[in-house]
């Protein structure tokens, strides 16, 4: 995917498998866009768009089609120039974070997803001066997503950790050590599963895949014998199970193998599921993450 300002587009490319793309489809965006952040916003199982504009007055929502299009363009009015999609209040729903900057004072809002697309009214949180860059990840291993912002201005990094309360993230500051950071890097730099970070200064870092996550089904609800999306933090030993509501194991499936990253398994046609609700877990080094599912047919 690229965000292509001068012609007010955006293109995909989808990929062969193989390592090499196919050809360019482009889609026309109502003004000029800036970035943007991919996640299932309306809980289909298909990845959506949130993309950021120039003159920074709205994030506009695509819903993705499953094919490598995307439906009618929808907007959220929101000033803003960096947005992240990720699940902050454990919900199962996606959320949306955007990143509001100022020379003086810095701040981010938080809009909790509503499960089909749309969002409820912002809460904001202060930062550093002049955010430049905000990544949404699991910073301490908790299972829960926090946010960290590069303040470019105070030359420092903020930390919001992912809580079980309302609102869902608390506010840390940490002072840097070096001018005007641009950016940084999210990474499990000694391999102990806790996630690490390091600003930058000049340039954004996107952050390593360094945590745990369990999406569940996709899509979900998911028809016959269904296809389950994780990330894993490594190659060390991991387990995707599928149990019925009362607890019992039907499926089970070691997955470590696999490696670090993003992952969509489709499990076989022997676990083909009966029609009903099911409980995913995700386990690897010591920690279990679960998450519902639904099977249609």
């Known amino acids: 995917l690229t965000v292509n300002q001068a012609t007010n587009s955006i293109s995909v490319l989808r990929g062969r498998g193989d390592g090499t793309l196919g050809d360019r489809a482009d889609h026309g965006i109502r003004g000029s866009p800036l970035m943007a952040a991919i996640g299932d916003l309306d809980g289909d199982g298909r990845l959506d768009l949130a993309l950021t504009k120039i003159n920074g007055d709205s994030v506009s929502v695509l819903f993705g089609k499953g094919d490598g299009t995307f439906g009618v363009e929808s907007g959220v009015r929101l000033w803003t120039s960096y947005v992240a999609i990720a699940d902050f209040d454990a919900d199962g729903r996606n959320d949306l974070a955007a990143l509001h900057q100022d020379y003086n004072a810095g701040s981010l809002s938080v809009l909790l997803g509503n499960g089909d697309g749309t969002f409820g009214s912002p809460t904001r949180f202060g930062v550093g001066k002049n955010p430049t860059t905000l990544e949404a990840c699991d910073i301490n291993g908790d ?80 028809f016959g014998a269904p296809v389950v999306a994780f990330t894993l933090v490594d190659d060390s030993p991991a387990v995707v199970e599928v149990l019925d509501v009362a607890g019992r194991r039907l499926v089970r499936r070691d997955v470590g193998w ?40």
């Not at 409980?279 to 279990?288: K, P, T």
């Open 143 to 222: 299972g829960r997503m926090d946010l960290v912002v590069a303040n470019a201005s105070s030359s420092s990094i903020s930390l919001l950790v992912g809580t079980a309360s309302s609102p869902p993230l608390k506010r840390r500051y940490t002072p840097g050590r070096r001018p005007f950071p641009d950016g940084f890097v999210a990474a499990d730099a000694a391999r102990d599963h806790e996630g690490s970070n390091g600003s930058a200064s000049g340039t954004t870092v996107k952050p390593a895949a360094s945590y745990l996550r369990l999406e569940g089904f996709r899509p979900n609800p998911a």
């Open 258 to 297: 696999l490696g670090a990253g993003r992952h969509v398994l489709a499990l076989d046609a022997g676990a083909r599921l009966a029609p009903g609700a099911y409980v995913l877990r995700l386990r690897q080094a010591g920690r279990a993450l679960t998450a519902r599912g639904v099977v249609e047919r």
